[in-house]
């Protein structure tokens, strides 16, 4: 059963943008922290950006500082993750991590996070 639903991921091309969705099913998302993760075919996942329950706080990792932006909708039960200028190296399965927090905590550790969705994929490419 899903707790997290990616969905968004394209084929686009370089300088391109995308908004990837992560929407929560079984839980309401107001007191998580939710995290954007990456993995490339061979590479370990790698944090991308992370907002706060409250949405207060956000964290990127400096490979898409500038160019992707975090945010969420609390009434919607979603995480938007705003990408522009993408590049090919962004190419990748972006997932989408919630945790449960008392704080206004975020990071981009995967050991941070307990629930998952499955991964949309994401191809920058001419």
């Known amino acids: 059963q899903l707790q997290l639903a990616e969905s968004g991921g394209d084929l686009v091309q370089p300088g391109g943008s995308l908004r990837l969705s992560c929407v929560a099913s079984?839980?309401?998302?107001?007191?998580?922290?939710i995290g954007w993760f990456r993995q490339a075919p061979g590479k370990e996942r790698e944090g991308v950006s992370c907002?706060?329950?409250?949405?207060?706080?956000?964290t990127y990792a400096d490979s898409v500082k500038d160019r992707f932006t975090i945010s969420r909708d609390n009434a919607k039960n979603a995480v938007y993750l705003q990408m522009n200028t993408l590049k090919p190296e962004d190419t990748a399965v972006y997932y989408c991590?919630?945790?449960?927090?008392?704080?206004?905590?975020?990071?981009?550790?995967?050991?941070?996070?307990?629930?998952w969705g499955q991964g949309t994929q994401v191809t920058v490419s001419s």
């Open positions: 991590a919630a945790r449960f927090s008392y704080t206004s905590r975020c990071g981009l550790e995967v050991g941070f996070f307990g629930s």
């Open positions: 079984g839980f309401t998302l107001d007191y998580y922290a």
């Open positions: 907002i706060s329950r409250s949405g207060g706080r956000t």
